[in-house]
């Protein structure tokens, strides 16, 4: 069965400092591959999503991604944090050609201070 | 175009009381889904729907009820409310065609209590 892992619970960064949150997927072929963020008290909203193609995708926000098959990663980045980055980030994943089930990771609560 | 809206906002349930929570999507999805949202697990599926007039459990059914009702509508039901369904639930909805279009659209959230 698929798998997501986001090893990082809880990230605390300076605003201003970068920004890495790491995914891991386990699945026998390259899924879709999706990264959303949660603010407090509302819906996820989808940040970037890779399908196929160049393995650095950009997003909303200022946010990219990079899909690393060999290390079976899709690790979100941003180069300058802002304040109102603060909020929840899951990675998820949905096989390629199945549409139906999408399988989210458990999430990682980033703190920015000033 | 609202995208995806989900009634009530928020829920107080005594143990053993039912509700429906409502759904729709105005995007003319195919597929729609119903998630639980607990702290330190993610989001899991409860119910989906690939097309009007299907439905399929997902990872965590037990206790839930679900009715696709036409295309734009999706309704979650507990009949027998539990502490254990304390939770935040998400509805989303997506176009069946795959690919680029492989996106889910996520409605506000229902936040519920169960005492």
């Known amino acids: 069965a698929q798998s997501v892992t986001q090893p990082d619970i809880h990230i605390t960064v300076s605003e201003g400092a970068s920004l890495e949150l790491r995914c891991n997927y386990s699945?026998?072929?390259?899924?879709?591959l999706f990264w959303y963020v949660q603010s407090p008290g509302q819906g996820l909203q989808l940040l970037l999503k890779?399908?196929?193609?160049?393995?650095l995708v950009q997003g909303i926000k200022g946010f990219e991604a990079e899909f690393k098959r060999s290390q079976s990663s899709f690790n979100l980045r941003k180069p300058s944090v802002h304040w109102s980055d603060a909020a929840e980030y899951f990675c998820?994943?949905?096989?390629?050609?199945?549409?139906?089930?999408?399988?989210f990771g458990t999430g990682t609560k980033l703190q920015v201070i000033p | 175009n609202a995208g995806v809206t989900q009634t009530p906002k928020f829920q107080v349930l005594k143990t053993g009381q039912s509700m429906t929570l409502q759904c729709a999507q105005d995007?003319?999805?195919?597929?729609m889904y119903w998630y639980r949202q607990d702290p330190g697990m993610g989001l899991r599926l409860i119910y989906y729907?690939?097309?009007?007039?299907?439905?399929d459990k997902g990872e965590v059914p037990n206790g839930y009820n679900v009715s696709r009702l036409n295309k734009r509508e999706f309704s979650l039901r507990l009949e027998s409310a539990a502490p254990s369904q304390t939770s935040v639930y998400f509805c989303?909805?997506?176009?069946?065609?795959?690919?680029?279009?492989?996106?889910?659209?996520f409605g506000p959230g229902t936040r519920l209590t169960v005492l």
């Open positions: 989303a909805s997506k176009d069946v065609a795959g690919g680029s279009t492989d996106t889910q659209y």
């Open positions: 699945y026998g072929a390259t899924p879709y």
């Open positions: 890779y399908f196929s193609g160049d393995t």
């Open positions: 998820a994943v949905v096989p390629s050609g199945g549409y139906q089930k999408v399988t």
């Open positions: 995007m003319n999805h195919n597929s």
């Open positions: 729907s690939a097309s009007e007039g299907t439905t």
